[in-house]
């Protein structure tokens, strides 16, 4: 595996992770949140659910880089509709 291609494993599951793990934790404790919903947006409060940042992150994490890749050795351009 190359140096980019981590790069580019990385960059497609952090985002997954962070919200999907986020919305998790909200829904475990929306007593807490139900008042105020906008505090889920909020960093500094509450943290973020295993479960749901694992989910979050196993399905970009696995499929972008792999179409990432597939792009940058075609070209420029995508070969296809479907990059999988």
Request: glycine share 14%.
């Amino acid at each position: 595996m190359r140096r980019d291609d981590l790069l580019f494993i990385v960059l497609g599951v952090l985002p997954g992770a962070v919200v999907l793990g986020r919305v998790g934790y909200g829904l475990l404790h929306a007593d807490w949140y139900a008042p105020d919903w906008r505090q889920l947006l909020d960093p500094s409060t509450g943290s973020v659910e295993l479960t749901g940042a694992v989910a979050g992150g196993r399905s970009p994490g696995s499929t972008w880089p792999r179409c990432w890749t597939r792009r940058s050795r075609a070209g420029s351009t995508w070969r296809s509709g479907r990059c999988c």
